[in-house]
């Protein structure tokens, strides 16, 4: 049975920094691709940031690059997405998911929130 | 940068009626086009992936087709449970990025 647990969510200041991670069981985590994705409270889904199983590729969305960053451990099974500079805008639930072909997303989390606020 | 449009907003159908939702991308995907369910609290569940095949354990009732720029899912009898949001989604390549439609919100009329 697969199952992505991410933790490390929680309430910051604005131009915080905090360090969410996803712990992978049920999948060969070390031959997959993941994502994190994340959605405001009440809004859409937005693709944050991609990372390939060796990290001889990292993507990131527009919106957060150069503030976060994608990283794995393989012999953890764990995916991380630290996130520096953080903004209000920042703030909601934030799902990992593997890589599905390279183009989709085929098992997700249950979410870690992160609040921003003052 | 690829912009995805959901139609419509809102979608309400009687049990057992069939839903159309649409999506279409403002440049042309291919077929590299999914569709996901969102239920109240829960993470999204992949459906359909590559415009029209069924990802494991998604019902036959469930059924995408399209591609280049327009898409649709068709829901041929709706069941109360497949009341949910539905997002599509795609990838470009360059740069990669993957973007999300606005989402259709079923609901049981």
């Known amino acids: 049975q697969v199952q992505l647990v991410e933790s490390g969510g929680g309430v910051v200041q604005p131009g915080g920094s905090l360090r969410l991670s996803c712990v992978a069981t049920?999948?060969?985590?070390?031959?997959?691709?993941m994502h994190w994705v994340r959605q405001a409270p009440g809004k859409g889904l937005e693709w944050v940031a991609y990372?390939?199983?060796?990290?001889?590729?990292?993507f990131y969305a527009d919106s957060v690059r150069g503030r976060f960053t994608i990283s794995r451990d393989n012999s953890q099974n764990t995916l991380f997405l630290q996130m520096n500079s953080l903004r209000t805008e920042d703030a909601a639930v934030y799902y990992c998911?593997?890589?599905?072909?390279?183009?989709?997303?085929?098992?997700w989390g249950q979410g870690t929130l992160v609040t921003v606020s003052s | 940068e690829i912009v995805l449009t959901q139609s419509p907003a809102t979608l309400s159908v009687s049990p057992g009626e069939r839903a159309i939702l649409s999506c279409r991308a403002s440049?042309?995907?291919?077929?590299?086009l999914a569709w996901y369910q969102q239920k109240p609290g829960q993470a999204p569940r992949l459906l359909i992936y590559?415009?029209?095949t069924r990802a494991t354990g998604t019902p036959a009732r469930f059924s995408g087709s399209g591609s280049g720029t327009e898409f649709t899912l068709t829901i041929s009898s709706l069941q109360s449970e497949d009341c949910a949001l539905y997002y599509c989604?795609?990838?470009?390549?360059?740069?990669?990025?993957?973007?999300f439609g606005p989402g259709t919100k079923v609901d049981i009329k």
């Open positions: 049920g999948i060969s985590f070390s031959t997959s691709a």
């Open positions: 989604q795609q990838y470009h390549n360059w740069p990669p990025q993957f973007t």
């Open positions: 590559f415009g029209s």
């Open positions: 990372i390939r199983p060796d990290e001889s590729d990292k």
């Open positions: 998911a593997r890589d599905f072909w390279g183009f989709f997303f085929d098992y």
């Open positions: 440049q042309n995907t291919g077929n590299n």
